[in-house]
């Protein structure tokens, strides 16, 4: 049986996510009997940076539903801090020429996502510009019909069509087309990025670096012998960079496989979704009248969860009242269904076997507050306490449909 995610937004106190699930996290159905028994739990709190080992107040808020610690040469075992920006650390100070690389590396990525946001900030600007003209002539129209709008099967009529009606056809051709280059934009720039990540994995020749190995090997059997991972909101683009630098993501997903709970909050819960989105104060790439600030794409996340693309700090970066924000959301996004999260929303990913057939099941499981999903008419859907979510390859779907 898979292990459960446990989705939260940003919950302001890491005790209370713990307090709120001290059942689950004290039960087990992991594959491996002595991870089952042990019910060890695994910190990641590298997005926290150089206050990645300040978790002292997790560790006791884990002892105090009642796990068990088990002490070696003055460490706890059984509830570890993965470590990873620390081990990071320990390569950059003993491979100081393949850091050197590598940091080289990534100054070339931060150089070609200034040259995506340079493009992305012009299609974005051209798209709303687009969507004001258009607006001048039909006062009513919303984003959403703009972009629903079928023009090859409109055209079947062409000839009929008055001159407004031609503008409308026309100008809802050329939207949808800048839409559409807004998002292959962001798809160049993830295979970009992604090419350049290769080269330095195969030109550095890292994989056979005997302190990268050792490091990585150790990472690898903390993740894979513990029951519950916690991964932690912060710096997304740090925690991101140091899990990746040590190809962490199939280890991760076989941890899930064999039965490991996830509980992750903001960074945590965007580095398992297929895209990573950051909030910047700086960021405004949509922007409103309501001078909110906005979201920015980062790059491609581990994809243990996919259907759903999680806004987490949803009430404080996206203006949630403004249709138009919500319908751009979700067309730019349209691959997976869009849900903020705030504070205290919880998203339960349980995936299990019926009649030979793997489902997955998608649950809202906050009892203060639910999920914001956003439709692509511009209205958000509030989710009450044990609401599923209806997206293929879950059963309600099979049921609905």
Not at 213 to 232: G, P, Q, V
Request: hydrophobic share 35%.
């Amino acid at each position: 049986m898979k292990g459960y995610i446990v989705f939260n937004g940003n919950i302001q106190f890491e005790a209370d996510f713990i307090d709120k699930f001290r059942n689950l996290i004290l039960s087990s159905h992991h594959s491996d009997p002595i991870v089952k028994d042990s019910k060890k739990v695994l910190l990641i709190t590298a997005a926290w940076q150089k206050r990645e080992f300040q978790e002292s107040h997790v560790k006791q808020a884990l002892y105090n539903i009642g796990l068990q610690p088990k002490f070696k040469d003055g460490f706890d075992q059984n509830i570890q801090n993965l470590s990873v920006y620390h081990d990071f650390n320990i390569f950059k100070k003993e491979e100081d020429k393949l850091h050197a690389f590598y940091h080289s590396k990534q100054k070339l990525i931060q150089k070609v996502k200034e040259f995506y946001r340079e493009k992305n900030s012009g299609l974005i600007s051209i798209f709303q510009k687009q969507i004001k003209n258009l607006k001048k002539t039909f006062r009513q129209l919303t984003l959403h019909q703009i972009l629903s709008y079928n023009p090859k099967k409109n055209n079947e009529n062409f000839t009929d069509y008055n001159q407004f009606q031609l503008l409308y056809h026309y100008a809802c051709l050329d939207i949808q087309n800048t839409m559409t280059q807004i998002k292959e934009n962001d798809s160049l720039m993830t295979n970009v990025c992604k090419e350049i990540d290769d080269y330095f994995f195969i030109n550095s020749n890292i994989s056979k670096n005997e302190t990268y190995i050792a490091l990585r090997e150790r990472l690898k059997e903390r993740i894979l012998s513990s029951n519950t991972i916690f991964i932690f909101g912060g710096h997304v683009a740090v925690l991101y960079n140091r899990l990746n630098f040590f190809k962490l993501k199939d280890t991760f997903a076989e941890a899930l496989n064999r039965g490991t709970n996830f509980y992750t909050v903001s960074a945590g819960s965007l580095s398992l979704c297929e895209n990573i989105i950051v909030f910047d104060d700086n960021s405004k790439e949509w922007e409103t009248n309501s001078n909110m600030f906005d979201f920015e794409y980062f790059d491609l996340g581990f994809s243990l969860v996919k259907k759903v693309q999680i806004f987490p700090h949803c009430k404080d970066y996206i203006n949630m009242k403004d249709p138009e924000t919500i319908s751009y959301t979700s067309h730019r996004f349209d691959k997976n269904l869009c849900v903020g999260m705030d504070q205290n929303s919880f998203l339960l990913l349980e995936t299990y076997e019926e009649n030979g057939k793997e489902y997955e099941k998608f649950t809202s499981i906050g009892k203060e507050e639910g999920l914001y999903l956003f439709n692509k008419d511009g209205s958000i859907h509030t989710t009450k306490y044990g609401e599923e979510l209806v997206l293929p390859g879950t059963k309600i779907y099979e049921k609905m449909n």
